[in-house]
Structure formats: C-alpha cells, structure tokens
C-alpha cells in the first residue's frame, strides 16, 4: 500500500513564526503535490513538484516556499505564519506513468493564532 | 474562469440509491476523478472517467458526458459508513486538477 505520511495532524502557531510541514511517500512518486483544503472551498493547490529540486507554482503560492531535497521528501515553508493560513494542509504524491490518482497524506490542520 | 460544482450536502437513507451530480466548466479537459473524504481523514481515490459513459465499480459508478460538462457518482446499496465527503475533481488541460468543494453525504438509518 502507498503510504504518505505527514509530521504532524495539529499544530499551533503564532503570527509570524516560520512554520515546516513535512510530507514523506514511500512509494517512489515522482509528483508531489500540497493543497489546502478549506470549509466550502475545494482543494487548492499551492506548489508541486516532478522531480527532486524542481518546484511548480500551483493556484495560491503566496506565503509560502517548498523544498525537495529527496524524491520521497517535499516540504511546505510559512516564512511568516498569518491567521489567514490557518487551514488544513494536505500533500500527495504519484507517479506520472500512472497520471490517474493522487494518494494523500492524513493532513495536518494548522492553526495560526 | 475554471469552476467546478456539486451539491453541498445530501441525505440519504441506508439501503438506498443516490446520486451525486457534478458540472465542470474548465479550459480543456483530461479526465475527471472522485474522491472520496470521511471526516478528518485523506481524501482516497474512486473512480477516474475520460470517455463518456458508465464506469462500474462494485456499489459505485461514475457517469460523464463531455459534451454537457457533467458527472454523477451513484452509490447503490448505501451503507452507514458510506457517510463522507464526495469530491468531484477535473483535470485541464495543463493536467492540473482543479477541485469541486465537495458533498457532504448524511446516511440515515
């Protein structure tokens, strides 16, 4: 089964502190992906990656950087945390012989106070 | 604009069919997904449609018609632990998939 697994499901924070959300895949995906996902909104996605060290700008990057050092490994940087980040954070990965479906990690609902 | 749309939320009662319908109006067009999302869990995979027509899959199906901008997911059968959150997603034709908001499905007794 693939797994993604994400550092953590809460976390609190506070304005302007630099916030890492950590996603792992062990499935040897070659995409990446992380969405936030907001009451009455659909998924959006904020950055994406093909492969290791290449970053996409996805809908809604603003606020926010992302790191892929290694291809099971891609994170999502707040340099300066605002209350309007406040949301559930999602990543996914998958592989682009198989475009088909994306596997998601748990979440991790960050709030920002 | 790129816009996807679904019902908020849907009752239905166990044992029952229901069907929950999508419209999509998206710059081009690569295939359309749902996912299916319990409560505070990962949205996981259902069904994937690319040619028009019924795909079959157990208590679940999926419809799509190109030419109409639209998708149902039927689920027969229903089940209590079928209550979740359907997302209806659309991939353009940058192979992005952009996200319907979701439905809520409530499975009364």
């Known amino acids: 089964d693939v797994k993604v697994t994400q550092s953590s499901r809460y976390l609190v924070k506070r304005t302007g502190e630099k916030v890492f959300l950590e996603c792992v895949q062990d499935?040897?995906?070659?995409?990446m992906f992380w969405y936030r996902q907001d009451p009455g909104l659909g998924l959006r996605l904020i950055y994406f990656s093909y492969d290791v060290k290449m970053k996409e700008k996805g809908d809604i990057p603003e606020g926010y950087s992302v790191s892929r050092e290694k291809k099971e490994r891609f994170s999502l940087i707040l340099e300066s945390a605002s209350t309007n980040q406040t949301s559930m954070y999602l990543c996914?990965?998958?592989?682009?012989?198989?475009?088909?479906?994306?596997?998601f990690g748990p979440g991790t609902r960050l709030t920002v106070l | 604009g790129q816009n996807i749309d679904q019902p908020t939320e849907m009752t239905a009662t166990e044992g029952a069919i229901v069907q929950i319908n999508c419209t999509y109006q998206?710059?081009?067009?690569?295939?359309l997904f749902w996912y299916q999302q319990h409560a505070g869990e990962a949205p996981t995979f259902l069904s994937y449609?690319?040619l028009d027509g019924l795909e079959e899959k157990g208590r679940f199906s999926s419809f799509l018609s190109r030419s109409k901008g639209y998708s149902y997911l039927l689920l027969k059968e229903l089940q209590m632990k079928d209550s979740a959150s359907y997302l209806c997603a659309v991939r353009d034709s940058n192979y992005q998939l952009i996200w319907g908001a979701g439905t809520k499905l409530i499975i009364k007794p």
């Open positions: 998206t710059s081009g067009f690569n295939g």
């Open positions: 449609n690319v």
């Open positions: 499935m040897d995906h070659e995409n």
């Open positions: 996914a990965s998958g592989t682009r012989l198989d475009y088909n479906e994306q596997f």
